[in-house]
């Protein structure tokens, strides 16, 4: 089984109307929304037939006030600011505590418990063109790495169910540790880009990242005709580091049109130049071996 990851490197490049693009080119496609801090791909799939399920990503400190003594030791230890003693009362910040145990291990009469900390979902929906698999990471919630790792691993199920052979993942926008979780063990990484400074420079992270893991990337510059000059210096780095450019897309006000019926470029304007040019994208990078 494939795995093709759809990365930014930053937000706002376009990366998830690419991926919805994608998702809607084939019946029985299974996708999977990496960006568990803020998904967003299944507004414009709307899927259906939802299974929710409980995501425990941590652990959080509760006080027993009938028998916690005020004493302060667990906000003196506490290196996460996460305790206060105010009026002889204790306070436990439940966004900045980290889940330690510190304070419960070196309380004096045992008055801190640490609970599982339930109130991310993850979720697998069905919509007009297949299965897609996303999830919501409670704000403060950590192990966010983790949660992406349990939406690949269902997206892969439902595709072994299916007998598909390639999973596609919306990734997080950056570089950091839900990125680095949606691009491992991936085939291939398609890089969308943008003519600007902040998404040239972001495209050149997101590279050095996904080289890193040997994982083949391909680079699609969206919106190009908004900056024309920027967007030949960017293919001009892709090929002088040898890096295939898998096209240059137009600005296309019609995207922001599909997004508003809750569609992809490709069903709501079929016929545009830039619907084309994402269906020459995906047949290329389907058949690229």
Same mark, same amino acid.
């Given at each position: 089984? &494939?795995?093709?990851?759809?990365?930014?490197?930053?937000?706002?490049?376009? &990366?998830?109307?690419?991926?919805?693009?994608?998702?809607?080119?084939?019946?029985?496609?299974?996708?999977?929304d990496?960006?568990?801090?803020?998904?967003?791909? @299944? %507004?414009?799939l709307?899927?259906?037939?939802? &299974?929710?399920?409980?995501?425990i990503?941590?652990n959080?400190?509760?006080?027993?006030?009938?028998?916690c003594?005020?004493?302060?030791?667990?906000?003196?230890?506490?290196?996460?600011?996460?305790?206060? #003693?105010?009026?002889?009362?204790?306070?436990?910040?439940?966004?900045?505590?980290?889940?330690?145990?510190?304070?419960? *291990?070196?309380?004096?009469?045992?008055? !801190?418990?640490?609970?599982?900390?339930?109130?991310?979902?993850w @979720?697998?929906?069905?919509?007009?063109?297949?299965?897609?698999?996303?999830?919501?990471?409670?704000?403060?919630?950590?192990?966010?790495? *983790?949660? #992406?790792?349990?939406?690949?691993?269902?997206?892969?199920?439902?595709?072994?169910?299916?007998?598909?052979?390639?999973?596609?993942?919306?990734?997080?926008?950056?570089?950091?540790?839900p #990125?680095?979780?949606?691009?491992?063990?991936?085939?291939?990484?398609?890089?969308?880009?943008?003519?600007?400074?902040?998404? +040239?420079?972001?495209?050149?992270? !997101?590279?050095?990242?996904?080289?890193? +893991?040997?994982?083949?990337? +391909?680079?699609?510059?969206? &919106?190009?005709?908004?900056?024309?000059?920027?967007?030949?210096?960017?293919?001009?780095?892709?090929?002088?580091?040898?890096l295939? %450019?898998?096209? *240059?897309?137009?600005?296309?006000?019609?995207v922001?049109?599909?997004?508003?019926?809750?569609?992809?470029?490709?069903?709501?304007?079929?016929?545009?130049? %830039?619907?084309?040019? !994402?269906?020459?994208?995906?047949?290329?990078?389907?058949?690229?071996?």
């Open positions: 089984m &494939k795995e093709i990851v759809i990365l930014s490197g930053k937000g706002g490049t376009g &990366k998830t109307s690419i991926s919805a693009a994608f998702a809607t080119m084939q019946p029985n496609t299974v996708m999977a990496c960006d568990v801090d803020a998904a967003n791909l @299944y %507004l414009i709307q899927p259906k037939n939802y &299974k929710e399920e409980t995501y990503s941590g959080v400190a509760v006080i027993d006030y009938d028998t003594i005020a004493c302060g030791e667990c906000a003196t230890y506490c290196r996460f600011d996460a305790i206060s #003693v105010e009026n002889q009362i204790v306070e436990i910040s439940a966004t900045a505590c980290e889940g330690c145990q510190l304070c419960a *291990r070196i309380c004096p009469v045992n008055a !801190i418990s640490m609970l599982p900390s339930d109130n991310s979902r @979720y697998i929906g069905t919509y007009r063109n297949g299965t897609v698999v996303h999830a919501r990471l409670a704000p403060g919630e950590e192990n966010s790495g *983790r949660l #992406v790792s349990v939406v690949r691993d269902q997206a892969r199920k439902v595709a072994e169910e299916n007998k598909q052979s390639v999973v596609l993942l919306d990734g997080p926008p950056g570089t950091g540790c #990125v680095i979780s949606s691009l491992t063990g991936t085939s291939k990484a398609v890089l969308v880009t943008e003519p600007t400074k902040s998404g +040239f420079h972001d495209l050149k992270r !997101i590279v050095d990242l996904v080289l890193s +893991f040997k994982v083949k990337p +391909f680079v699609i510059i969206n &919106k190009y005709d908004v900056n024309t000059t920027l967007s030949n210096d960017i293919e001009n780095w892709c090929i002088a580091n040898d295939k %450019l898998l096209a *240059r897309l137009p600005f296309d006000v019609k922001v049109e599909a997004m508003i019926q809750c569609k992809s470029i490709v069903e709501y304007a079929p016929d545009a130049e %830039l619907s084309k040019k !994402i269906k020459e994208v995906y047949a290329n990078l389907m058949a690229d071996e």
